[in-house]
Antibody, heavy 117, light 112 residues
Framework: QIQLVQSGPELKKPGESVKISCKAS????????MHWVKQAPGKGLKWMGW????????TYADDFKGRFVFSLEASASTANLQISNLKNEDTATYFC??????????WGQGVMVTVSS | QITLTQQAESLWISPGERVSITCRAS???????????LSWYQQRPGQTTKALIY???VRTDGVPTRFIGSGSGTEFTLSIEHVQPEDFAIYYC?????????FGAGTKLELK
């Protein structure tokens, strides 16, 4: 069955970097784009952007340009999100989600990233 | 960017009742292909976020028939008939017509 399994929770200090992964299984990884979504504690969902899993080309929403990098390990059917120079406001759960028919049909379980000194 | 407004932050209902959750877009979500680029999602604690409806009214595979998506243009509704205990969750709408994609703020179904 189709699954997106994300890496475990992270506790980081301001200024550090974090890389979280999203491993896909049950389908051909390069046939579907992967999106990233942020959810701050107690808040709603915010779209961060997406990566073309065939070409590797990332597209970032304006609020996520600069410190955020989407990447792939296509041979491992894995999408990654790296955040550098972490700030307190980066504390959130980050989801990967596969897109099909212009909606997000499968989601990862989310990774809680806590930034605290 | 397109703003999606889910007016109700919370709705209190009893199991077995029917409920409607609305989502209003700041501009039409109808594309030239005749489809509306609006989808609905369910988020429950400890569960993976679940897609319910896409193109405003198409139920995703395995979603119970009690979930019904409707609407057009800028006004959309997710209805749940005969609400079950497992339906108490937060529901979000999402537009994928134009980048940046945007979500509504969410509507929480709560037990009355």
């Amino acid at each position: 069955q189709i699954q997106l399994v994300q890496s475990g929770p992270e506790l980081k200090k301001p200024g550090e970097s974090v890389k979280i992964s999203c491993k896909a299984s049950g389908y051909t990884f390069t046939d579907y784009a992967m999106h990233w979504v942020k959810q701050a504690p107690g808040k709603g969902l915010k779209w961060m952007g997406w990566i073309n899993t065939y070409t590797g080309k990332p597209t970032y929403a304006d609020d996520f340009k600069g410190r955020f990098v989407f990447s792939l390990e296509a041979s491992a059917s894995t999408a990654n999100l790296q955040i550098s120079n972490l700030k307190n406001e980066d504390t959130a759960t980050y989801f990967c989600a596969r897109s099909s028919n212009w909606h997000f049909d499968y989601w990862g379980q989310g990774v809680m990233v806590t930034v605290s000194s | 960017q397109i703003t999606l407004t889910q007016q109700a932050e919370s709705l209190w209902i009893s199991p077995g009742e029917r409920v409607s959750i609305t989502c209003r877009a700041s501009q039409s979500l109808l594309y030239t292909d005749g489809k509306h680029y609006l989808s609905w999602y369910q988020q429950r604690p400890g569960q993976t976020t679940k897609a319910l409806i896409y193109h405003a009214s198409v139920r995703t595979d395995g979603v119970p028939t009690r979930f019904i998506g409707s609407g057009s243009g800028t006004e959309f509704t997710l209805s749940i008939e005969h609400v079950q205990p497992e339906d108490f969750a937060i529901y979000y709408c999402l537009q994928t017509l134009k980048s940046p994609y945007t979500f509504g703020a969410g509507t929480k179904l709560e037990l009355k």
